[in-house]
């Protein structure tokens, strides 16, 4: 049974930073691209960064290009996303996801229960 579990969300000032993790289980982690995704109220699920199986390719949305960082642990079977710079659009809830199939649009095979970020200004 495929899991993943997100943790690290929380609230935060305009300019503050965030790490997100996802451990994932019930599968060859190594083997699958990651990715992590957010969608806030009333708006359409947007993908923010991709990460391939060996982690030398990476996809930014433009909106965080710059200010977040994806990265992932082949060994602890866990993907992190570095949020810096934090900005009160960025608020939303983000998702992790394995086996990515469009990082744009928010298509892949397995998927988190998420967790929430909350940016103040």
């Known amino acids: 049974q495929v899991q993943l579990v997100e943790s690290g969300g929380g609230s935060v000032q305009a300019g503050g930073s965030l790490r997100l993790s996802c451990a994932a289980s019930?599968?060859?982690?190594?083997?699958?691209?990651m990715g992590w995704f957010r969608q806030a109220p009333g708006k359409e699920r947007e993908g923010v960064a991709v990460?391939?199986?060996?982690?030398?390719?990476?996809y930014y949305s433009d909106s965080v290009k710059g200010r977040f960082t994806i990265s992932r642990d082949n060994v602890k079977n866990t993907l992190y996303l570095q949020m810096n710079s934090l900005k009160p659009e960025d608020t939303a809830m983000y998702y992790c996801?394995?086996?990515?199939?469009?990082?744009?649009?928010?298509?892949?095979?397995?998927w988190g229960q998420g967790t929430q970020v909350t940016v103040s200004s």
């Open positions: 996801a394995a086996d990515i199939g469009d990082a744009v649009y928010g298509v892949a095979k397995y």
């Open positions: 019930g599968y060859t982690y190594s083997s699958a691209s």
């Open positions: 990460i391939g199986t060996a982690g030398g390719r990476t």
